[in-house]
């Protein structure tokens, strides 16, 4: 196999992450604290708004671009050039489309919000672990890697801090 390493990151890529996994969800969480519900417990709040934006947001558009393009991810994250890699990419741009939804959806139903966090955070967890096995060799690789985990480790935050809140 033939493996081309961008030189530096993405920065288009980057700056994606960086607003849809911690700047857009901790904003949110931040006004809504401030200015609609100063009494609630802020890591639960906070959780409602990485849920919407990390998961969400994220996978969303993250599936619409494996869905319409996906010689990006399979070039760019996986580092193959075969055509035949496409198909493979679009399915899983379908689920993250999928997944994304029901976390965009959340927002409006709070009572997906745990099976979404619950799956959400599985799937990044799990994305997380096939990078550390695989050995990220490129930047943009090793920012998936380090995004899966963050988000991973958030949503079990959100989970149990939530459960923890209502049994408080």
Same mark, same amino acid.
């Given at each position: 196999?033939?493996? &081309? ?67 990006? &991810?399979?070039? &760019? ?5 075969? @055509? ?26 709070? &009572? ?48 149990? @801090? ?7």
């Amino acid at each position: 196999m033939n493996v &081309t390493i961008a030189p530096k990151i993405s920065k288009s890529y980057l700056l994606v992450v960086v607003f849809l996994m911690l700047v857009l969800p901790a904003l949110s969480a931040i006004i809504e604290y401030i200015f609609y519900s100063p009494k609630t417990f802020f890591i639960p709040l906070s959780g409602k708004w990485f849920l919407f934006w990390g998961v969400g947001v994220r996978l969303f558009t993250a599936g619409l671009k494996q869905a319409i393009n996906p010689a990006f &991810t399979a070039k &760019t994250i996986f580092h193959l050039e075969s @055509s035949e890699a496409l198909l493979i990419v679009k399915e899983l741009g379908l689920a993250n489309i999928c997944l994304g939804l029901v976390a965009i959806i959340s927002i409006f139903c709070p &009572t997906w919000r745990m099976a979404s966090a619950f799956a959400g955070g599985l799937y990044f967890g799990l994305a997380g672990l096939m990078h550390i096995i695989k050995k990220p060799i490129g930047p943009d690789e090793q920012l998936a890697l380090v995004s899966d985990v963050f988000m991973f480790a958030v949503m079990a935050v959100y989970m149990i @801090s939530y459960h923890r809140y209502l049994n408080s």
